[in-house]
């Protein structure tokens, strides 16, 4: 299993960015991103779980970000609007199959991209 991300970079606070995960090998039940800022734990972000359908999102990330998953592509997207200079991170997006109680944890998941960077400037 391989996964790819890519799509960081530097904005403005207000401004927007597009995440991408490209997935290779086997598919799983969740998809996930997780971010990690400078001396801090990694953090849910946001999660779409394919077999019950359920899409989950942090109270930090709600009404801002959409995460979404192309099927067919088996690539996976988080959509970030209205960024704020605490979203400054590297994301990273992970697979797996957690039971609901673990959706949000990073022990759920058993494979990470290698993380792309997201900065956001005041």
């Known amino acids: 299993v391989q996964l790819q991300a890519s799509g960081g970079g530097l904005v403005q606070a207000g401004g927007s960015l597009r995440l991408t995960c490209a997935a290779s090998g086997r598919t799983f039940r969740s998809y996930a991103w997780f971010r990690q800022a400078p001396g801090k734990e990694r953090e849910f972000v946001a999660a779409i779980v394919k077999s019950a359908g359920g899409i989950y999102y942090s109270d930090s990330v709600k009404g801002r970000f959409t995460i979404a998953r192309d099927n067919a592509k088996n690539t996976l997207y988080l959509e970030m609007n209205s960024l704020k200079p605490e979203d400054t991170a590297v994301y990273y997006c992970?697979?797996?199959?957690?039971?609901?109680?673990?959706?949000?944890?990073?022990?759920?998941?058993?494979?990470w991209g290698q993380g792309t960077q997201v900065t956001v400037s005041s």
């Open positions: 992970g697979v797996g199959n957690p039971i609901v109680s673990y959706v949000r944890a990073s022990e759920g998941y058993n494979y």
